[in-house]
């Protein structure tokens, strides 16, 4: 079993953004990774796209 990957509060994520997803998929083999990786694949979104909500009213 991998240890999984901890980051330092305050530390930058890595930018996974120019992985090749289909790429990716085509040499995985893990059913839901692969689940994942066809929805992005079929439904590509765009930064304009993106929508962040939170509402903590009662």
């Known amino acids: 079993m991998q240890t999984p990957a901890v980051s330092t509060p305050g530390e930058a994520l890595p930018d996974f953004s120019g992985v090749d997803l289909a790429e990716l998929r085509a040499r995985g083999g893990h059913p839901v990774l692969d689940a994942v990786l ?21």
């Open 38 to 58: 066809q929805g992005l694949l079929e439904d590509p979104r765009e930064e304009s796209d993106t929508v962040a909500m939170y509402d903590d009213s009662p």
